[in-house]
C-alpha cells in the first residue's frame, strides 16, 4: 500500500486545516502522526478499518477530527484551534492488519506502510 499526505500549508493560530491521506488500496487501521521541529515522531490519533473506533492523544483535546471514506481510499484529519505548537510536518500510517483494539495502535513501530509526509506550520 502507498500513501499520500496533502493538505498541509500556513495558518494563523485558531485556524483550521484539512489533511487527506490517499491510500493505493484498502487499508486496516491508519494512524496520523507528527514530527515538530527537532522532536521525535508522536501519535496523533488513528481510525479503526470500517470508522467505527478511533483514539487520540490527549494533546488533541478535541480539536481534530479523523474520519475515512473506503470506496475511495481516503482518510482525512480536520485540524481546528490550531496552535503554534501544533507545528510539525503530518505524516499518515497505514497498519497491515487489524487484529488489536484501536489503543493499541499509537506507535510508528505498529504501523507497516508511511506517506511522506506534509507540513503544517502555524504562525502569526
Known amino acids: 500500500v502507498q500513501l499520500q499526505a496533502s493538505g498541509g500549508g500556513l495558518v494563523k493560530p485558531g485556524g483550521s486545516l484539512r489533511l487527506s491521506c490517499a491510500a493505493s488500496?484498502?487499508?486496516?487501521?491508519v494512524g496520523w502522526f507528527r514530527q515538530p521541529p527537532g522532536e521525535e515522531r508522536e501519535f496523533v490519533t488513528s481510525i479503526s478499518r470500517y470508522g467505527g473506533n478511533t483514539n487520540y492523544a490527549d494533546f488533541v483535546e478535541g480539536r481534530f477530527t479523523i474520519t475515512r471514506d473506503n470506496a475511495k481510499n481516503m482518510v482525512h484529519l480536520q485540524l481546528n484551534s490550531l496552535r503554534p505548537e501544533d507545528t510539525a510536518v503530518y505524516y499518515c500510517a497505514a497498519s497491515s492488519h487489524a487484529v488489536r483494539g484501536i489503543q493499541y495502535y499509537d506507535t510508528p513501530g505498529k504501523f507497516h506502510y508511511w506517506g511522506q509526509g506534509t507540513l503544517v506550520t502555524v504562525s502569526s
Open positions: 488500496g484498502p487499508t486496516y487501521v
